[in-house]
């Protein structure tokens, strides 16, 4: 079965700074999606970023982006000049036309 | 509508009874979702549908729990004789699909469910 594994439960950063979110996963399949969701307080789950397989570039948007190392299966996202709104939990997820998974999530908590 | 909505978000029920939830998904999104979190826990799929097409319940964690979903757009999930372990948050999301899963989730605030 594929995983989805995040191995910070909780990390910390200062305000304006650069903090970078962990995940790795396991899978036999060669065409899936990655993904970055954010979960705030309110509970609304958000869709931060995404990163197709087949690509090799990195998706960016906006201060939010990642690390896509296909052959170690890892999916880091790194938040730049972070912000006190960029507190929440941070859930990394897997999706193929067979598996959906996502992650235990990291809870991000930001310092001003 | 604007975003996918989740009737009610909360609900305290006591053990053994039966519980509906509710998920009313964004306009022309044909794929829904439901997911659990427990808490401190990462999210549990429970069940996709996919326009008119057989759902897939392999996530489904008991006979007591199920959903279906009427006319392709508004879906409940049922729990029947509920547990303290059924506890959670219960998550939809729908996404648009068109033979690819490229799509992100646009997820529900969905519905606190307190078992006592």
């Known amino acids: 079965a594929q995983t989805v594994t995040q191995s910070q439960p909780e990390m910390s950063v200062q305000e304006a700074e650069t903090v970078t979110l962990s995940c790795t996963y396991d899978?036999?399949?060669?065409?899936?999606?990655l993904f970055w969701y954010k979960q705030p307080p309110s509970r609304q789950m958000i869709l931060v970023i995404r990163?197709?397989?087949?690509?090799?570039q990195n998706a960016t948007e906006n201060r939010f982006s990642v690390n896509f190392q296909k052959a170690a299966k890892s999916f880091s996202l790194k938040i730049s000049d972070s912000q006190l709104g960029d507190a929440a939990m941070y859930f990394c997820?897997?999706?193929?036309?067979?598996?959906?998974?996502f992650g235990a999530g990291t809870r991000l908590t930001v310092k001003p | 509508g604007a975003g996918v909505s989740q009737s009610p978000s909360n609900k305290v029920t006591e053990k053994g009874k039966d519980v509906e939830l509710r998920c009313d998904p964004i306009?022309?999104?044909?794929?829904l979702y439901w997911y659990r979190q427990s808490l401190g826990q990462g999210l549990e799929f429970l069940i996709y549908?996919?326009?008119?097409?057989?759902?897939?319940k392999s996530g489904l964690p008991s006979d007591r729990f199920s959903a279906e979903r009427t006319g392709g757009s508004v879906s409940t999930l049922t729990i029947q004789r509920t547990q303290q372990e059924d506890s959670a948050v219960y998550l939809c999301?729908?996404?648009?699909?068109?033979?690819?899963?490229?799509?992100?989730?646009?997820f529900g605030s969905g519905t606190r469910l307190t078992v006592v």
């Open positions: 999301a729908s996404s648009r699909t068109g033979g690819t899963f490229n799509y992100g989730y646009t």
């Open positions: 899978t036999s399949e060669s065409d899936y999606y």
């Open positions: 990163q197709e397989a087949y690509k090799q």
């Open positions: 997820a897997y999706r193929s036309a067979q598996q959906r998974r």
């Open positions: 306009s022309g999104h044909t794929a």
């Open positions: 549908f996919q326009g008119n097409s057989a759902p897939d």
